[in-house]
């Protein structure tokens, strides 16, 4: 079974100042998914940014990249210029390539992110 | 596009009592999730249902069941409720089976067993 590990349950951050989540999981699968996903105080899973397995270049989406090493079995999430309104839980989570695994996605337990003004 | 609905928001039972909450997906996603968020334990798979089977379950006790309408919408239903199912029901939903399209996930309903 897929585990996947977050070991910072909380982070701090000033406005505009960059910061890096870290998340590493355990597989035996070749292709997978990552994704992260960021859980406010509404209590809704925004999904983040994701990443396949098989492309070596890592995914960006405004703000928010990863540094994907499969090697490392390493995930994490880095904020560029962090606002008041990207703090919120963040979730790492695996999917089987398919999406036919047992349960969807594997959350790692989430970091805390919290946001100096 | 209508994102993932659920209903109730906030859902308050006795020890003992059944508890129903319900879920709609997103039009065209016809795989639906259940996960249950407790305090300090994250996010436990609970259910998946895609085309109207039971394709998995976590590991939790009989008396969670659901179950999945011809239109793609869910019922998650809790059976003689017990404190520790006090919980945070989050219900996701996504496209058929490939890995690459993501959970799409609801606001939650807040179960609190008294």
């Known amino acids: 079974a897929q585990t996947v590990t977050q070991s910072q349950p909380e982070m701090s951050v000033q406005e505009a100042e960059t910061v890096t989540l870290s998340c590493t999981y355990d597989?035996?699968?070749?292709?997978?998914?990552l994704f992260w996903y960021k859980q406010p105080p509404s209590r809704q899973m925004i999904l983040v940014i994701r990443?396949?397995?098989?492309?070596?270049q890592n995914a960006t989406e405004n703000r928010f990249s990863v540094n994907f090493q499969k090697a490392a079995k390493s995930f994490s999430l880095k904020i560029s210029d962090s606002q008041l309104g990207d703090a919120a839980m963040y979730f790492c989570?695996?999917?089987?390539?398919?999406?036919?695994?047992?349960?969807?996605?594997?959350f790692g337990k989430g970091t805390h992110l919290i946001i100096q003004p | 596009e209508a994102g993932v609905t659920q209903s109730p928001t906030h859902l308050i039972k006795t020890r003992g009592q059944q508890a129903t909450l319900r879920c709609s997906p997103i039009?065209?996603?016809?795989?639906v999730y259940w996960y249950q968020q407790a305090l300090g334990l994250g996010l436990q798979f609970l259910l998946w249902?895609?085309?109207?089977?039971?394709?998995n379950r976590g590991n939790f006790p009989p008396r969670f069941s659901g179950r999945q309408f011809p239109n793609y919408s869910s019922e998650l239903n809790v059976n003689a409720l017990e404190l520790e199912d006090s919980a945070l029901y989050l219900c996701?939903?996504?496209?058929?089976?490939?890995?690459?399209?993501?959970?799409?996930f609801g606001n939650g309903t807040r179960l609190t067993v008294t």
């Open positions: 996701a939903s996504s496209r058929a089976l490939t890995g690459n399209s993501p959970l799409h």
């Open positions: 597989t035996s699968e070749s292709d997978y998914y």
């Open positions: 990443q396949e397995a098989y492309k070596q």
């Open positions: 989570a695996y999917r089987t390539f398919l999406g036919g695994g047992a349960d969807g996605l594997t």
């Open positions: 039009s065209g996603h016809t795989s």
């Open positions: 249902y895609d085309e109207g089977e039971e394709r």
